[in-house]
């Protein structure tokens, strides 16, 4: 018997007129991990994970979650299939409260305005953000916004969850806390990919890491490996570091 | 929360005594049309103020549902009365094509097929003489003489449409305009399907606004193409009754409506009588001064602005 895999991308390839994003990536992702994915400015980091929830649809290649591909399908439905995601440039719902925000997305899962309201209580304590519930989403400072953004996703009760740089910008203890929310939402049996910049950040919480560069695979492997990989450091640093 | 009860109370006994402490048939005529723009105005509201889908056509909704019960009584019969209920149904098909057709697409395309639909059923309206008697009209006779019960109608049809906005507002559906009103991505990957939620309140809002086309046909008992399709008088009315009264809230729309009708009176009438009779040509000129006004100074309206209000009348000793 094959093991059916959890998630996995298989060769997938997105053109933007005479540009290749992404170019036959491929991997996959095992349950209950931290997979990071890294590479520099323009490698197509972001593209990915717009292929992955649907957002553009792909060139070619397939993405499968828990065996069945779901290539074609509508954002909203990835949603609910259990992929929830938080969008690097911040979308809060600006003129909705913290709390309305994150009931908004709690009604993906549930049809009440009692029991979303519930669910929205429960996931602003876990992501610590219940103290801000009533102030206004635009009000919010950087780092409340990027956890606004995990907040709604989490309300959405995802088994993958994609993180697209939720730390950039936010300060050292910021950052600190980030990585603990982060680890905490691993520990709930929520497997993540996570798109980061700070090196800090996706070294110390990766079980796993793929790089890219120029839309296509350098190298996967542990965090060690990869951040002593010639390649890698070639595409951040220039190649006379390497 | 329990002070408003209280005024919510105290408006709703208002509006019921009302025809019956003032006779005058003048001005239950007002209140009736000021009720009617409460129904139209709120649906406009549901889906331009909360779900960010600003119509410029809810002329087509409204004479959709004006000429639907027209038409029953002037080709099959039947009753006008039937229209109230025929309708919102037919005026909400319409808006179920328009938005299957228009809200695959984001940005303004919406706003712009709206203005075209309107145009396009005016001139429907105009030409198929054969179903709509052209410029000529539908006159039916009418069922009262006495305004009272199309006043209580027209109070219920009012209270019954706020009632379910709110009611909508309140609920997942309610989260899920606003949201897409704010962030259409945003909401889509937080798994709500927008195009079909669009068109949930596309679909609301444009059977309350048929609804209330079949209660004008009935309470003037005369239409044509060029009332109730109107650009000018039905959909941009609309969008002040909404602008003025405060978009995006429940109250707003409501009292927008009373501001609304109340203006156009004034100067329809010359200002009662007193001015100039050319006064009556510059009402139009009047609602776009209003317009820049409200924009200007109270971009929220009158509801959504009135604490800021209450505030300036307060700081004067």
């Given at each position: 018997m094959i093991a059916v895999s959890f998630f996995e991308v298989r060769e997938i390839s997105k053109r933007f007129g005479g540009l290749m994003a992404v170019n036959g990536v491929s991997f996959q992702v095992e349950p209950g991990e931290i997979f990071g994915l890294i590479g520099p400015n323009g490698s197509g980091k972001t593209t990915i994970f717009n292929l992955i929830n649907q957002y553009y649809p792909l060139t070619s290649g397939d993405i499968v979650f828990h065996g069945k591909s779901i290539k074609g399908l509508k954002t909203y439905q990835i949603c609910h299939l259990g992929i929830g995601r938080t969008f690097q440039v911040v979308k809060p719902l600006k003129r909705m409260t913290v709390l309305e925000n994150v009931m908004a997305s709690a009604f993906s899962r549930v049809n009440t305005f009692g029991e979303a309201r519930k669910l929205a209580m429960e996931t602003l304590a876990f992501c610590n953000l219940l103290p801000e519930q009533d102030k206004a989403a635009k009000s919010l400072p950087i780092a409340g916004r990027k956890r606004l953004e995990i907040t709604r996703a989490m309300a959405t009760k995802p088994e993958l969850l994609l993180l697209d740089e939720t730390a950039a910008g936010l300060n050292p203890?910021?950052?600190?806390?980030?990585?603990?929310?982060?680890?905490?939402?691993?520990?709930?049996?929520?497997?993540?990919?996570?798109?980061?910049?700070?090196?800090?950040?996706?070294?110390?919480?990766?079980?796993?890491?793929?790089?890219?560069?120029?839309?296509?695979?350098?190298t996967e492997g542990k965090p060690e490996d990869v951040a002593n990989n010639k390649e890698v450091i070639e595409a951040y640093l220039g190649e006379s570091y390497a | 929360?329990?002070?408003?009860?209280?005024?919510?109370?105290?408006?709703?006994?208002?509006?019921?005594?009302?025809?019956?402490?003032?006779?005058?048939?003048?001005?239950?005529?007002?209140?009736?049309?000021?009720?009617?723009?409460?129904?139209?105005?709120?649906?406009?509201?549901?889906?331009?103020?909360?779900?960010?889908?600003?119509?410029?056509?809810?002329?087509?909704?409204?004479?959709?549902?004006?000429?639907?019960?027209?038409?029953?009584?002037?080709?099959?019969?039947?009753?006008?009365w039937w229209g109230m209920a025929f309708g919102g149904i037919t005026a909400a098909l319409v808006g179920l094509f328009i938005g299957w057709v228009c809200f695959r697409l984001r940005g303004p395309y919406f706003a712009l097929a709206t203005i075209a639909a309107g145009e396009i059923f005016r001139l429907i309206a105009t030409t198929w003489e054969s179903l709509t008697e052209g410029m000529v009209g539908i006159m039916i006779l009418q069922t009262f003489r006495s305004k009272l019960p199309y006043y209580y109608l027209a109070l219920l049809l009012a209270a019954a449409s706020m009632f379910v906005f709110d009611l909508v507002m309140k609920s997942k559906w309610g989260f899920y305009f606003i949201s897409i009103r704010e962030d259409q991505d945003a909401a889509e990957s937080l798994g709500i399907n927008t195009t079909l939620y669009k068109n949930v309140s596309l679909l609301i809002s444009s059977f309350f606004t048929g609804m209330a086309g079949a209660f004008y046909m009935n309470y003037m008992a005369f239409i044509d193409p060029h009332v109730v399709f109107s650009l000018h008088y039905i959909s941009i009315m609309a969008i002040l009754v909404g602008i003025i009264g405060g978009v995006a809230t429940i109250w707003g729309p409501a009292l927008g409506a009373f501001i609304m009708i109340g203006v156009q009176e004034t100067f329809r009438s010359s200002i009662f009588g007193l001015a100039p009779r050319w006064v009556s040509q510059s009402h139009a000129l009047v609602f776009g001064l209003l317009v820049m006004f409200v924009i200007l100074y109270m971009a929220n309206g009158v509801v959504g602005d009135w604490p800021k209000i209450k505030r300036l009348f307060l700081r004067r000793p």
């Open positions: 203890g910021e950052l600190d806390e980030a990585i603990d929310l982060i680890k905490r939402i691993r520990d709930r049996g929520v497997t993540i990919i996570i798109v980061e910049h700070i090196m800090k950040v996706i070294m110390s919480i990766s079980d796993r890491i793929h790089a890219i560069n120029y839309g296509q695979t350098i | 929360m329990k002070r408003s009860r209280v005024i919510i109370a105290f408006i709703a006994l208002a509006l019921v005594l009302f025809p019956l402490v003032v006779k005058s048939d003048y001005y239950q005529h007002l209140v009736i049309l000021a009720l009617m723009w409460v129904v139209i105005g709120g649906s406009w509201n549901l889906l331009a103020g909360y779900t960010g889908q600003v119509s410029f056509g809810h002329a087509v909704f409204f004479g959709t549902g004006a000429y639907t019960a027209g038409i029953l009584a002037n080709k099959l019969g039947i009753s006008a």
